[in-house]
Structures are given as structure tokens and as C-alpha cells.
């Protein structure tokens, strides 16, 4: 079974930089995609984007100025950061695995982290 | 973008019942079609993936149809725990989008 078991900040200002981290056990981290998916609060979900295990990416336009994603095979985890980060960011930040080419599903989650941005 | 429209935005239903829910695309989408289960407090689950395939362990109540643009997820003989936010999401096109979701909550 996938276990994906994320660790970062929780509470960051205005315009410092997000940075989470989703651990992966349980089964093997390469050829799937490895993304993030964020929630507001009472909001919806909104697809951030994916790291290959290859080291390609995918990115939501919305966001591909502020954002980067890795994924570090040697230690079957990938991290997400996001850059300059103001109030709209405050979320649940949840890391997925992705499965399937071309067309994906995202078949295990992370347990969320809730990123509030405030001064 | 592909946007994702979802019908109706919440529901109230009886266990036992049968609910469909509709998800509509900007744009056809062929099958690339998710349908993704969340309750209160929790992350959400996969339940259907490709439009009709159900992800491993999803009771066979819930059926998903559809191509191109439009979409349903039906439940059928609603139970307990199901009561909760549904969301589609396309995967055809980049960036893969969602749906607003769909609240089902006990009439």
C-alpha cells in the first residue's frame, strides 16, 4: 500500500517561500507522476501540478511563475515550493500520486497540510 | 484552461437513494474523466477514473458514464457514508482541472 507522508511549514508570511515535502513508502517511485493539489478553505480543489520521477514537470499556468517542483529518487520523496506568497495561498496543500499516460488519475494522497500565509 | 462545470452544487438525499450528478467540460475531454470523493476533515479518494473504471475497493454503486463533454456519476442505494463533496476532474489537457464539486448531504 502507498503511504505519502508529507512534512513542511504550516504558517508562513507574506511573501516568504512554501516549502512541503511528501515522503513516498510502499511502493516503487518511479514511473508515476508525483503532484501537488491545494484547497482554500470551504473552497474546491485546484490542481498545482506534477513532477515526472524523471525530473519533467507540469505546472498550472496560474501559478508556473512562482512555482517549482522536484523529485529526488534517491530518497523516494519529491517537495513542492512556491515563491512569493501572499493571502490567496493560505490552503490545504495535499501531494498525490499520479498514474496513467496520457490521461491521469490520482490514486494515493497525503494526509494535507494547511499552509496559512498571514503577517 | 478546460473548465469543469458540476450539477447540481449540492444535493440532499435519504439513504437508499439513487443520486446523479453531472459534470459538464468547456471542451471534449474524449473519456479523461475523474471522479474524486471527500468528506469532512479528510483528503479526497479516487473513486472513478476514465469516465467508468472503478478504482480498487469503490463499491460497484457508484457508476460513472459519459464522453466528449458531458458526464455522471451515479450512486445508487445511497448509504451512510456517503455523504459527502464529489468533484470531476479532466486529465485530457494540461492543466488538468476540476470541478466545483457536488455536496450530497442527508435530506
Known amino acids: 500500500q502507498v503511504h505519502l507522508q508529507q512534512s513542511g511549514a504550516g504558517l508562513l508570511k507574506p511573501s516568504e517561500t512554501l516549502s512541503l515535502t511528501c515522503a513516498v513508502s510502499?511502493?516503487?517511485?518511479?514511473?508515476?507522476?508525483w503532484g501537488w493539489i491545494r484547497q482554500p478553505p470551504g473552497k474546491g480543489l485546484e490542481w498545482i501540478g506534477e513532477?515526472?520521477?524523471?525530473?519533467?514537470?507540469n505546472y498550472t499556468p496560474s501559478l508556473k511563475s512562482r512555482v517549482s517542483m522536484s523529485a529526488d529518487t534517491s530518497k523516494n520523496q519529491f517537495s513542492l515550493r512556491l515563491t512569493s506568497v501572499t493571502a490567496a495561498d493560505t490552503a490545504m496543500y495535499y501531494c498525490v500520486r499520479g498514474r496513467g499516460w496520457p490521461d491521469r488519475e490520482y490514486d494515493f494522497w497525503g494526509q494535507g497540510t494547511l499552509v496559512t500565509v498571514s503577517s | 484552461d478546460i473548465q469543469m462545470t458540476q450539477s447540481p452544487t449540492s444535493l440532499s438525499a435519504s439513504v437508499g437513494d439513487r443520486v446523479t450528478i453531472t459534470c459538464r467540460a468547456s471542451q471534449t475531454i474524449i473519456r479523461s474523466l475523474n471522479w474524486y470523493q471527500q468528506t469532512p476533515g479528510k483528503a479526497p479518494k479516487l473513486l472513478i477514473y476514465a469516465t467508468s473504471s472503478l478504482h480498487n475497493g469503490v463499491p460497484s454503486r457508484f457508476t460513472g458514464s459519459g464522453s466528449g463533454t458531458d458526464f455522471t456519476l451515479t450512486i445508487s442505494d445511497l448509504q451512510p457514508e456517503d455523504f459527502a463533496a464529489y468533484y470531476c476532474q479532466q486529465t485530457y489537457s494540461l492543466p488538468f482541472t476540476f470541478g466545483p464539486g457536488t455536496n450530497v448531504d442527508i435530506k
Open positions: 510502499g511502493w516503487a517511485f518511479n514511473d508515476y507522476y
Open positions: 513532477v515526472h520521477h524523471t525530473g519533467s514537470t
